[in-house]
């Protein structure tokens, strides 16, 4: 009997959840978007704001969980099971390609203006690009800096060897040297393609889809970042995640801290330490080579399953105008991927920022990434055989079809 | 009067029908895929692909470690969970007041969704805020806080706890049952013939355990080894894979990856692998019966 309940109670609860997930196609004039919580309720206003102007467009907010990658799995679902799913996406960076690769999103190539072409960011655009042609346009951007404590050093460092030697300068018993976020997740990788362009490598050249990760500036790349661990960056620093270095950093605990955008934004509401002690930089380079920020960012697609296309595209133009995105901006602290709405002070770093490599298996070449990276920094493998492995890895998965 | 007389294969019928449509028709379709390719890679398009899958996951080291991640979870949850449930069952059934309340209060656990269950022991696991390092900071037992679910053995070992945990009332529930169906008789008889507690549990209650306890382990062996939702909320498979199941691997590679022919793969591989075992604890236990 306890069986026959339990499965009773299991299907049942399959079926409610497959009832609430299975709403019924879109009727005309009405468009349903997923993304995270809206907690500031910024979203809700705007997308109220747009019915007003468009009495005859109804928008349907679904707040999913705050994963991204569950929201991106959440996506592909609803993509797999073709119409009657989302009919606007609320994307980040890396989705572009596998989704515009599996034929499900619509091309905006067309669509946007010339002055909207002008005024985006470059990477952002780029980011938003497969195979040539736009798919995503942007709306926020964001990119990997590298904060320092400006009362302590005298002035931003420029290379690596700079930056090590600050930060052992500098570290006392109480403050390490070095922060940033060395779990194993997306985060790992971005913060190890800026350290990996530093050196003048690369990862995965998108066009040839060739695979530079056993090359010289790699593995130096890694090996500096293995280095770090237990001198200059805590032990626990591969177990890090962005908000755990931010929270360490402001509380005094670090002279250097890599983390994205919204540090800047928060450096007020720290502890210990006030905005005026602290100062960001671009991430470091080795001598004649250049440095690069990863690109971060959300921006809006259009599924190719819509029964209304128009619509959508009204929609997708009216939160990626600069007064929607200004809103945003000003309630969550997002940063447009406008150039004339970028503060300044981040503009030359921004310019500068590279997009991960747009390839259709991106998620996998990332888990292979994140495992090597993980398996040398917590000291299970050298450097070199890290990324020789990872190279093999997905040399073998870019080149299966 | 004349009885009309359906025959019994149109009872069977609506039966047969679900049946086909959410079991064979999946496992066929999943058994052809893992000899196609079809996703992502080939443009939603099936190819023929031969042995090529069962060939790649030969050679696949992700396969190799979530095999063992998988193996070695089995073996430590499903002992555990034996051995804890088979204790709770024995003190339950000495209880001569109190039983039936001891036997909710212990099936509260199982009757948990797992994916709550996840939920509640992340936080309970959380290095910042979770009561456990609270517990045991108070106590004096940690200095640090310890990252459970960050560090891969200790992820491990908390996804075990909490399997255990979650699963030993079922275990305990059916060896119960077993316990409860001895005669007391028995009991008396070899408390005349002067066995001691030993005695009776060697030659009265295990005897008559062992097919419940077959039962028990025979769930607990199959579900174990296709675990994923538990996996899945508490740590996602990380840190580095250190708890990534075949089940969790075979969800990446489908949903993630959109490889829906290799991901039916890894699912046909673990059914090989548990139609081995079940068929293995069948011979097993003929040969005790």
Do not use: C
Request: no cysteine; net charge negative; glycine share 8%.
């Amino acid at each position: 009997m306890r069986i026959l309940a339990k499965i009773s109670t299991t299907v049942l609860l399959v079926v409610l959840v497959g009832l609430s997930v299975l709403r019924p196609a879109s009727s005309a004039g009405s468009l349903s978007i997923l993304m995270e919580p809206d907690g500031s309720g910024i979203w809700r206003e705007l997308f109220a704001d747009f019915h007003r102007k468009n009495p005859d467009i109804e928008v349907e907010l679904v707040e999913g969980p705050p994963s991204t990658n569950t929201r991106e799995d959440m996506y592909s679902t609803a993509f797999l099971a073709g119409s009657g799913g989302f009919d606007v996406v609320y994307g980040d960076v890396v989705w572009v390609p596998k989704f515009a690769a599996a034929g499900w999103l619509l091309d905006l190539t067309d669509r946007l203006s010339a002055d909207d072409l002008q005024d985006f960011l470059p990477a952002d655009l780029e980011g938003g690009t497969y195979e040539g042609r736009l798919y995503r346009i942007p709306a926020f951007t964001d990119a990997g800096l590298l904060f320092y404590r400006k009362d302590l050093v005298p002035e931003p460092p420029s290379t690596f060897e700079e930056l090590r030697t600050y930060a052992k300068q500098y570290k006392n018993p109480d403050r390490w040297g070095f922060l940033w976020q060395g779990k194993q997740y997306e985060g790992l990788v971005t913060v190890f393609l800026e350290v990996l362009w530093g050196h003048g490598g690369d990862w995965i050249d998108p066009a040839t889809r060739t695979v530079h990760l056993d090359e010289p500036e790699a593995i130096r790349a890694l090996a500096f970042m293995v280095d770090l661990i237990g001198n200059e960056s805590p032990p626990g620093v591969t177990t890090h995640t962005e908000e755990d270095t931010r929270n360490l950093f402001q509380s005094g605990h670090a002279v250097f801290l890599r983390n994205w955008l919204y540090v800047w934004r928060l450096a007020d509401q720290g502890g210990a330490i006030k905005k005026d002690q602290v100062g960001f930089t671009a991430m470091v380079h080795e001598p004649n080579r250049k440095s690069a920020a990863t690109l971060g960012g959300w921006g809006f697609a259009i599924s190719r399953f819509t029964k209304n296309p128009e619509a959508a595209w009204r929609l997708v133009e009216f939160l990626a105008r600069s007064d929607s995105l200004a809103q945003v901006q000003q309630r969550v602290g997002l940063i447009p991927a406008r150039k004339s709405q970028v503060p300044a002070e981040f503009l030359p770093i921004l310019l500068n920022a590279r997009p991960r490599p747009a390839i259709p298996e991106y998620a996998q070449a990332s888990d292979i990434l994140q495992r090597s990276l993980s398996a040398a920094l917590t000291g299970r493998v050298s450097p070199d055989e890290a990324l020789r492995e990872a190279a093999r890895q997905t040399r073998l998965l870019l080149q299966s079809e | 009067m004349k009885t009309i007389r359906t025959p019994s294969v149109l009872w069977a019928l609506p039966a047969a029908i679900l049946i086909a449509g959410v079991l064979v028709y999946p496992a066929l379709r999943a058994l052809l895929l893992s000899f196609s390719h079809y996703g992502l890679s080939t443009a939603f398009e099936t190819r023929f692909a031969g042995i090529d899958n069962f060939r790649r996951l030969l050679g696949d080291s992700r396969f190799h470690s979530s095999f063992a991640v998988t193996a070695l979870f089995v073996a430590v949850s499903v002992v555990l969970e034996f051995f804890l449930g088979l204790g709770l069952a024995l003190a339950a059934s000495r209880l001569i007041r109190g039983q039936k309340i001891a036997r909710t209060l212990l099936l509260i656990p199982w009757t948990l969704p797992t994916a709550v269950t996840g939920v509640l022991w992340a936080w309970i696991l959380n290095d910042q805020f979770g009561i456990l390092n609270y517990v045991l900071a108070k106590a004096g037992v940690l200095d640090q806080p310890i990252a459970w679910l960050a560090q891969p053995a200790p992820a491990l070992a908390s996804v075990i706890a909490v399997d255990v945990w979650k699963t030993v009332p079922f275990v305990f529930l059916i060896l119960l049952a077993g316990l409860q169906s001895i005669p007391s008789e028995l009991y008396e008889a070899i408390a005349v013939d002067g066995g001691g507690a030993w005695a009776a549990f060697r030659y009265v209650t295990w005897p008559h355990l062992v097919p419940f306890a077959f039962i028990a382990l025979i769930f607990r062996i199959i579900q174990a080894f296709a675990i994923f939702d538990l996996v899945y909320v508490l740590t996602g498979g990380g840190p580095g894979g250190a708890t990534e199941t075949i089940s969790v691997y075979a969800y990446q590679t489908t949903m993630r990856y959109l490889d829906f022919s290799y991901g039916a793969t890894i699912a046909v591989a673990l059914v090989a692998v548990l139609a081995v075992i079940a068929v293995t604890l069948r011979l097993v236990l003929r040969e005790a019966e």
